[in-house]
């Protein structure tokens, strides 16, 4: 079953709010997906913590 979470992150080239569908079902995973504003490829970093909960991380690609 997939799960898509929405939710709001800051994109890190040009600081816009952004609505993000994550998909919490797939587990930690690392992928890029461009913005919708600048168009730049923003690395989304998800991981698990101990409670299950997912976390969400969002990087520029030349950090
Ligand atoms: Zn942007």
Do not use: N
Not at 3 to 25: H, K, M, N, Q, R
Not at 44 to 52: A, Y
């Amino acid at each position: 079953m997939q799960e898509l979470d929405e939710l709001i992150i800051t994109c890190p080239y040009c600081g816009e709010a952004l609505d993000v569908l994550i998909d919490t079902s797939a587990g930690a995973q690392q992928y890029y997906e461009d913005c919708a504003v600048c168009c730049a490829p923003i690395l989304f970093i998800l991981s698990e913590d101990e409670s299950g909960e997912m976390l969400v991380d969002v990087k520029r690609d030349d950090e």
